[in-house]
């Protein structure tokens, strides 16, 4: 996203003269078409068909701002901003944390590190559904894990409760996720120049010393990386969530990618899954661009600061 | 995968660090030990239920009552495959092979071609358009647009079709793929291009010829992670089939689970079985895959 300003200087700098591109233009045109008709129409038809009433079988009928009106006076949408919110913030907050300090210890040498590598990245490989599968069938209170074990602590209705499945659903998230961000920060750790750790073992700065004051700063552009692909991946958790808990008990896990769902294809109404849609998108740009903002003063502020 | 390069801070301006920089903690003898515990708990988390999927796939049902969850099974039975495999388990299975590399060959295809004709001809304004558009598809949540590509596949004759997902698909991976492409592209040295042009080569042959083989890294990280998402998607399977014979198979695992719910061995055999293709391109490309990603991020 910073990056459309940066890409874009950085291709005129690599560009030739101007002729060329005409007889290059016609690489990018299977691409740009199949983009633009499974990409960029259907993110116009969406704001589009907010204004229109389709039950997705029938016809297509103008409805002007009827299913706007339907949409931002139920209850149920400031229900799923709120839930969504409360997903966004809970999975950062946890999978943040555990994806830097597993990130720091990975970017070590030692071969066994190299080894739980391999085995930390398993979750990544399966789909969703797997996943959201595997846990449920592992936390049945009658026949899952705690069942077998014989641990009332593991039993527990953990899909019955609200705020017990909301748990699940962010433990399962981060489950699925941590390997991922830990891969980022494994990368960003490894950038860091070893000669600030010597200077600052020099001064006979301690471990955590070194953690908080070299790691952890030189670390902001990968923390706001991660952190943008976590927040903008939040809201479009579909699968997990749906498989899991159906957005249940009742509309404890209830998102807008569920909402949205829901209201389309169970509930067959088009025009307001499309207006949760929009707002889908625009929750998401929005978020996007205040993580760039933040990403942006920090960069030009730290490109002085080096000079 | 939104902001791949949103990292061009210092780590991206600063030069690559050497092999003998990344050495760097090898020196210190001091174990870091709250860094190692809390890779050995998180080694557990993530084990414990893997390990209870394979041994409890090979358990019968009656015995999965019985036996301790976390203890393999006394006596070891494939019934559980038997029944997955005879409940339509290959033709899913053909299904998602279809798909996935019914979508990811094009997408990597046509990513490639329009990465290297922005990278090689990117000061034409029609190229710089195309390239901001494919960087603005990663700050959007497709999966929002469900709605309007359901009514497109439907006017186009393609619901309930496997061509119906693949074309979608092949749309959602453009922008990553493109990005990181380009990314890599751009690291060619450019009197290659110029040498070869001088021996009267076309764009085409250098395409193929010089630019393909030099970023094979790239294209191979592109195309695990691609197969990756497309393999275990699971909203468009879900908005845009209706027969059972076109699912997929995360979309079959879900309608099993709740079939059989009751059999929970058998369930884990097809959760299983429908990761066994993953797994082997893990094993083949892991160290690809996860040096591109790394790598990706970095730049």
Do not use: C
């Not at chain 1, 229900?79 to 597993?102: G, K």
């Not at chain 2, 089939?241 to 709740?258: C, H, I, K, N, V």
């Amino acid at each position: 996203m910073s990056a459309i300003a940066t890409s874009a200087t950085a291709s005129a700098k690599a560009g030739d003269d101007r002729s060329r591109g005409g007889s290059l233009s016609w690489m990018a045109l299977p691409a740009l078409a199949l983009f633009a008709g499974f990409g960029v129409i259907p993110l116009a038809g969406v704001l589009v068909l907010s204004f229109t009433s389709w039950d997705g079988l029938g016809a297509i009928s103008f409805a002007g701002f009827d299913s706007w009106r339907a949409v931002l006076s139920d209850p149920g949408l400031p229900h799923a901003l709120w839930i969504t919110f409360l997903v966004i913030v809970a999975s950062w907050a946890v999978q943040t944390p555990a994806s830097i300090l597993l990130g720091v210890f990975l970017a070590g040498q030692q071969r066994y590190r190299a080894v739980l590598s391999v085995l930390y990245f398993i979750p990544l490989l399966l789909s969703s559904a797997a996943i959201a599968i595997t846990f449920k069938a592992l936390l049945d209170p009658n026949f899952g894990l705690g069942a077998g074990l014989r641990l009332p602590l593991l039993t527990q209705d953990w899909l019955g409760e609200p705020w017990l499945a909301f748990g699940v659903v962010i433990f399962v998230v981060s489950w699925q996720f941590i390997p991922f961000h830990s891969l980022i920060y494994q990368g960003g750790v490894r950038q860091i120049p070893r000669t600030m750790y010597e200077a600052a073992e020099l001064d006979g700065a301690g471990r955590v010393r070194m953690f908080f004051s070299i790691t952890l700063p030189q670390l902001k552009y990968t923390v706001i990386t991660s952190s943008t692909l976590m927040v903008v991946g939040s809201l479009t958790f579909f699968d997990l969530i749906w498989v899991l808990t159906a957005g249940g008990p009742g509309d404890a896990t209830r998102v807008l990618a569920l909402d949205m769902y829901k209201r389309g294809f169970q509930a067959n109404l088009m025009g307001p899954a499309s207006v949760i849609a929009v707002i889908l998108v625009l929750v998401g740009l929005a978020l996007a661009l205040f993580l760039r903002r933040l990403g942006g003063r920090d960069n030009a502020h730290s490109q002085l600061e080096g000079m | 995968m939104a902001t791949t390069i949103l990292s061009n801070g210092p780590q991206s301006t600063a030069p690559a660090p050497s092999g003998r920089h990344r050495n760097r903690r090898q020196g210190r003898a001091r174990p870091n030990w709250l860094a190692g515990l809390i890779s050995w708990i998180w080694l557990a988390i993530v084990i414990v239920p893997i390990y209870w999927i394979v041994i409890t796939s090979f358990k019968s049902q009656s015995n999965y009552y019985l036996e301790n969850p976390l203890v393999p099974p006394a006596e070891p039975t494939l019934t559980n495959y038997q029944m997955v495999i005879e409940a339509d388990f290959p033709l899913y299975f053909v299904n998602s092979l279809i798909v996935t590399l019914g979508a990811v060959i094009p997408a990597v295809l046509v990513s490639f071609m329009a990465s290297y004709a922005i990278v090689r001809g990117g000061s034409g304004r029609f190229l710089r358009w195309t390239s901001s558009l494919f960087l603005m598809g990663l700050a959007i949540p497709l999966q929002a647009t469900i709605i309007p590509i359901y009514l497109i596949i439907i006017r186009l004759g393609m619901y309930d079709t496997l061509l119906g997902m693949i074309l979608p698909s092949i749309a959602f991976s453009i922008p990553l793929s493109v990005l990181v492409l380009s990314n890599f592209l751009r690291d060619v040295p450019k009197e290659l291009f110029d040498s070869m042009r001088i021996d009267g080569a076309t764009e085409t042959r250098m395409l193929w010829r010089l630019a393909f083989p030099l970023t094979r890294p790239a294209v191979v990280t592109v195309t695990i992670y691609n197969a990756l998402q497309i393999w275990n998607g699971f909203l468009l399977p879900l908005v845009l089939t209706q027969s059972p014979d076109r699912r997929t198979l995360p979309l079959a695992l879900a309608e099993f689970q709740g079939e059989y719910s009751i059999n929970v061995p058998a369930v884990l055999a097809s959760v299983l079985l429908s990761t066994l293709p993953i797994l082997v391109l893990y094993v083949v490309g892991r160290r690809q895959l996860l040096s591109g990603l790394t790598a990706g991020f970095g730049k």
